[in-house]
């Protein structure tokens, strides 16, 4: 048989070692998300609270001529400002109450006694939101 020659083998060759490189990379762009993210969120609830504020407006500026718009706009406000258990309790009786007067097809007013309710929850949330 016939002897093979092994002319094939290198030397050995050194490798640069980059996992010092790669570690650092890898933590500033997980600083760098991480940051971004957090960012984002205190943006998003900085939002939250002008909306709040906007709704909370809304409600302290509304109008009880047009009785129609007004108890559609008491009821979509206060469901987004009521947090609390009392709060939510509290406009879901005036929501309960205001019901009739969002389907009539020429409402009248609104009773003193509910617009009192109204106006006493809008100060509650007032207070709440201050």
């Known amino acids: 048989m016939n002897q093979l020659l092994l002319d094939d083998v290198f ?11 790669f570690f650092t990379l890898s933590t500033i762009v997980c600083v760098i998300v991480v940051l971004t ?7 998003r609830v900085k939002k939250n609270k002008k909306d709040d504020a906007y709704y909370l407006h809304i409600l ?8 129609k718009q007004s108890a559609y706009l008491f009821s979509y406000y206060g469901r987004k400002l009521a947090k609390t258990k009392e709060q939510k309790k509290s406009v879901e009786k ?3 109450q205001l019901f009739i007067y969002k389907y009539r097809q020429k409402s009248l007013c609104i009773p003193q006694a509910l617009q009192k309710e109204m106006k006493n929850f809008v100060d509650a949330l007032r207070d709440f939101y201050a």
């Open 37 to 43: 993210v957090y960012y984002l969120y205190k943006k």
């Open 94 to 96: 005036i929501i309960s």
């Open 11 to 21: 030397h050995p060759v050194k490798v640069p070692d980059n996992s010092f490189v």
């Open 60 to 67: 302290l500026n509304r109008n009880f001529y047009n009785v």
